[in-house]
């Protein structure tokens, strides 16, 4: 089991920034393909962006070009870079890792992101 904790979520105003950060235990970081997701009140948990361990990226339809995505594995760490923000990215956001098509993290508290004027 992965453990992982989820920080950087804010209130912030339509347009704003933020970037959320993903700290994973363990020293084998860099072998796990790495995901954000979220989950907003009455909805259920969405994938948001992916990174395989080679750096390659993907993301659903509704933040492509928005939210970035990265890692350090130096750090044991996941990134979520989260530009123009809209009031619908309002969510609880949480990281994972997966190996072999298995999720292999504990689903932690995740950070709160509000988007609101």
């Known amino acids: 089991q992965v453990q992982l904790v989820e920080s950087g979520g804010g209130l912030v105003q339509p347009g704003g920034s933020l970037r959320l950060s993903c700290a994973a235990s363990g020293s084998d970081f860099a072998i796990y393909v790495m995901g954000w997701y979220r989950q907003a009140p009455g909805k259920q948990r969405e994938l948001v962006a992916v990174?395989?361990?080679?750096?390659?990226?993907s993301y659903t339809d509704s933040v492509k070009g928005r939210f970035t995505i990265s890692r350090d594995n130096a750090k044991n760490t996941l990134y979520l870079q989260m530009n123009s923000l809209k009031p619908e990215d309002t969510a609880v956001y949480y990281c994972n890792a997966q190996r072999g098509g298995i999720i292999r993290g504990s689903w932690g508290q995740g950070t709160q992101v509000t988007v609101s004027s």
């Open positions: 990174i395989t361990r080679d750096g390659t990226t």
